[in-house]
């Protein structure tokens, strides 16, 4: 039974989440909506500050950057917005690569502080309309609903089986990835980097894909964003946003996938219940922070050991 | 045949000169030791071997590749491996994880093919845990296997840096101390380990301080004093050289 505990706690969140449309109305559906799109950021941040240990505090100009290119195509071209949603992500993808090569060399808070100056240039670009696209302060709107075969997207129920189907596929990638060479080559960094430089980890370049593969997802995210808002300003990108991200992760558990997700839903769900407190909630935020960080610093639910088939080996078989 | 090839390597730190015009040959199968007192560039030769440090002159040549310019991680997959003297394990990986970091240059399979899972990608994780294990029960940890490295013994953390080294499938591999904080007993067993590893046909180069270790098991011993190079030949060569003698023990200026 105790072997088969992790894959029915699965099974049970999953049945739980799915059989939300079926009894909440739509605003509280609109609220698991949110939930699930911070856990798929949250979830992309955790490459970079989970499994890499790099501080990064400028996630959501990676999300601002695939909203826009969805925005923007969408509105001025009028290419349908799913299929602009690799593009999004290659878009976040792609400039990820450019600031983050410059700056992959810098440790701890050099890095923190760098990143936070980028979700600033980022949001202060967007404001001040840069290329004449990105509307100044309003934003743009008018952005088209997704359609999957004729059946145009709207409705928060709808959106609901949308954003969740799109949280359970990546936790599905990732959690292939947590299995594979690649996480444990983030861990290694995570752990000692020269250590792992010496050991034979390219750190550099694996950094520096923790970086694009972390923005390619919060682009895609960005246009799941923009359909489901069909308005987007620079405000909903702020340096906020970005801090929201990182403390999801932190107190959740950095590098774990159900941390990352219980953490999204403690630092968004939370507050949308105890709404009658609001104006109590930055004073709870800020003592839970520091109780957390005192009693249980590495988050609520910590990464389990990975389990290796090393039953399966036989004496005399292959080796690498 | 030399495997590695130092050629008039120097390196400065500021003012002071760690090392000074050392040339020396590693030959192939052999366990080479490097020795001399605190502070003489040992271990600095080691980083500038291993591309940590680069050099301010002189050419490192290993097994017909000129290392100059080339980053860490491309010398260990050219198949040099090393452990470090101040143990620098992933203190919160599994045993087994540690050990799987150095097969990491011998693998391939990618981001996508590790998110699909692809039969190729499976196989060669299999093939890598199979490298693990065997590595493991060489240096005798694999009971050990899932213990967080952290939790190990600090002779056993020096022998989970070695199997770590091993891992990666050296030609050559460079050991800083690796019978630092080891009992009588283990530095005995370490002794026999390196000796296997020179009958698996690995050449081993290390800095020691147990002189009973080094000359037991050194086939060619290098000397440096203050960042060069005093001399070098076998142990009794080594042991009878009088600037050898001065260095480690110091000159009695009366008799001057």
Known sequence: MLKYKNPLMVLVFSAAIFSCPFFLNAYWIDVINNIGLYAILALSLNFIVGYTGLFHMGHAAFFAVGAYTAAVLNTSYSIPILLLLPVSGAAAALFAYLVARPIIHLRGDYLLIVTIAIVEVVRIALVNNVFGLTGGSNGIFGISRPEFFGLTIRRPHEFFYYIWSFLAISVFLFYMLERSRFVRALNYIKNDEVAAEGSGVDVAYYKLIAFVLGAFWAGMVGNIYASKMTLISPESFNFWESVILFVIVILGGSGSIRGVILGAFLIVGLPEIFRQFAGARMLVFGAAMVAMMVFRPQGFLPPLPRKYATHKIKPGDETL | MTLLSIQNLTKKFGGLMAVNDVSFDVDQGKIVGLIGPNGAGKTTVFNLITGNYVPDQGEIFFNGHNLEGLKTHKIVSLGIARTFQTIRLFKNLSVLENVLAGCHCRMRSGIFSSMLRLSFQRKEEKMALARALKELEFVGLKEHMDLKSMNLS???????????????????????????????????????????????????????????????????????????????????????????????????EDEE
């Open chain 2, 154 to 252: 600090y002779g056993n953390q020096r022998l989970l840096e070695i199997a770590r080294a091993l891992a990666s499938n050296p030609k050559l591999i460079v050991l800083d101390e690796p019978a630092g904080g080891m009992n009588d007993f283990e530095t005995q067993q370490l002794v026999g380990l390196i000796q296997k590893m020179q009958d698996r046909g690995l050449t081993v180069l290390l800095i020691e301080h147990d002189m009973n270790l080094v000359m037991r098991i050194c086939e060619h011993i290098v000397v440096l004093e203050h960042g060069a190079l005093i001399a070098q030949g076998n142990a009794e060569q080594i042991t009878s050289d009088q600037r050898v003698i001065e260095a480690y023990l110091g000159i009695d």
